[in-house]
T-cell receptor, first 114, second 112 residues
């Protein structure tokens, strides 16, 4: 299996622009998670889905952030408009409901907003 | 709510030294406990896990024992290598929950 795939790996944009991050979970997994990692705040859970339905979006920082999962093999995290404080590494992870609850992480997207 | 507290870093050791990274948790019921490792420029990957009290998780020479009486899951390794340099995260999932609660991470540097 290819693991969790994220694109792009690096994104540099200017303040005010729209940014879209993409994630393909491991085939067959029914949970998908979006995280943000910064030096100041560590690893934060933004939102997670079960069977393509958003379950908990309490970690989404504000209305500029939105996430969708139109099907079992694709999810997007969109920031519009972007701000310099959104600069971070964004991770997607997926898991299969069961006893172990192990999450498999993608390589991350490093976002820089100038 | 559930929470995880990790030993603050950074931690710097010499090669072949003994490693302990402390982790304690607060949770109701019987959570599952995890250690994840993040190598530079990569995502997190599972290092080891334990799903019930007194279980010992082990992998790559690392060990951690689920201690319910002390609500702890300390990570240990008898002899570290330079390649162990990474950030280590302790995490839990509440009973019946899929979401993970992470500690703040501990950066480990091993010098030759």
């Amino acid at each position: 299996d290819a693991g969790v795939i994220q694109s792009p790996r690096h994104e540099v944009t200017e303040m005010g622009q729209e940014v879209t991050l993409r994630c393909k979970p491991i085939s067959g997994h029914d949970y998908l998670f979006w995280y943000r990692q910064t030096m100041m705040r560590g690893l934060e859970l933004l939102i997670y889905f079960n069977n393509n339905v958003p379950i908990d979006d309490s970690g989404m920082p504000e209305d500029r952030f939105s996430a969708k999962m139109p099907n079992a093999s694709f999810s997007t995290l969109k920031i519009q408009p972007s701000e310099p404080r959104d600069s971070a590494v964004y991770f997607c992870a997926s898991s299969l409901a069961g006893v172990s609850n192990e999450q498999f992480f993608g390589p991350g997207t490093r976002l820089t907003v100038l | 709510g559930d929470s995880v507290t990790q030993m603050e870093g950074p931690v710097t050791l010499s090669e072949e030294a003994f490693l302990t990274i402390n982790c304690t948790y607060t949770a109701t019921g019987y959570p599952s406990l995890f250690w994840y490792v993040q190598y530079p420029g990569e995502g997190l990957q599972l290092l080891l896990k334990a799903t019930k009290a007194d279980d010992k998780g082990s992998n790559k020479g690392f060990e951690a024992t689920y201690r319910k009486e002390t609500t702890s899951f300390h990570l240990e390794k008898g002899s570290v290598q330079v390649s162990d340099s990474a950030v280590y995260f302790c995490a839990l999932s509440g009973q019946g929950a899929q979401k993970l609660v992470f500690g703040q991470g501990t950066r480990l540097t091993i010098n030759p």
